[in-house]
């Protein structure tokens, strides 16, 4: 159980265009769903936490409308990069908690989007 | 902000010896420390997690202690294999501005055959 999925796994895109990234939590409901980005040997970077229907936090730094978060559901959220551009190639995972167990992260597969 | 500091980067260590993973926290009111294992271009995986009310938790090869005192926590690896080959997050939960997982920095670890 607990299975959180992301789709795409990759994306290739010309920079400008924009990109949307799906979370799905497949056999739970997540009240709340994490984005996190990873360049190459680094860590994972929270970018925003997201409550279903709520608006979106975001760390400091994050652009959030550069980095659009839709959470419209408690099994999906979405995350959108808007005029993508090759500083924002990374690897984006989302994860996903159950209510009252803010402990427990469930990741997804990960996104890799590369912008040329 | 935050912060959660992660030593060393890069551990290598020969088959069968021992691998420790230090970290510190920075928020007091953090109780519960996961540590995950990613592979290349995998998901994280949690392989053990402490919360603030105990010292020491153990499963098979791998152990992990905890100074809430000192803000300190670390991951024991014995017997390491080469597929214990990978990096190693340590992270902290915060409460501070909401419940949010803070990362290390991660440690690359090669265990040579």
């Known amino acids: 159980g607990a299975v959180v999925s992301q789709h795409p796994s990759w994306v290739i895109c010309k920079s400008g265009t924009s990109v949307k990234i799906e979370c799905r939590s497949l056999?739970?409901?997540?009240?709340?769903m994490f984005w996190y980005r990873q360049f190459p040997k680094q860590s994972l970077m929270l970018m925003a936490t997201?409550?279903?229907?709520?608006?979106?936090?975001?760390e400091q730094g994050v652009e959030k409308d550069k980095f659009l978060i839709n959470h419209a559901s408690l099994t999906l959220s979405t995350l959108t990069v808007t005029s993508a551009h090759p500083e924002d190639s990374s690897f984006y995972i989302c994860?996903?908690?159950?209510?009252?167990?803010?402990?427990?992260?469930?990741f997804g597969p990960g996104t890799r989007l590369l912008v040329l | 902000g935050e912060n959660v500091e992660q030593h060393p980067s890069t551990l290598s260590v020969q088959e069968g010896d021992s691998a420790v993973i230090k970290c510190t926290y920075s928020d007091s009111a953090s109780n519960y420390f996961p540590w995950y294992k990613q592979e290349l271009g995998k998901r994280p995986q949690l392989i053990i997690d402490?919360?603030?009310?105990?010292g020491e938790k153990k499963d098979q090869r791998i152990a992990v202690t905890l100074n809430k005192t000192a803000k300190h926590f670390s991951l024991h690896i014995t017997e390491t294999q080469p597929e214990d080959s990978a990096v190693y997050f340590c992270?902290?939960?915060?409460?501070?501005?909401?419940?949010?997982?803070?990362f290390g920095a991660g440690t690359r670890l090669f265990v040579k055959a």
């Open positions: 997201s409550n279903e229907g709520s608006k979106a936090t975001y």
């Open positions: 992270a902290a939960l915060s409460h501070t501005g909401g419940f949010k997982t803070i």
């Open positions: 402490i919360r603030s009310n105990v």
């Open positions: 994860s996903a908690t159950l209510a009252g167990h803010q402990e427990t992260q469930y």
């Open positions: 056999d739970f409901q997540a009240t709340t």
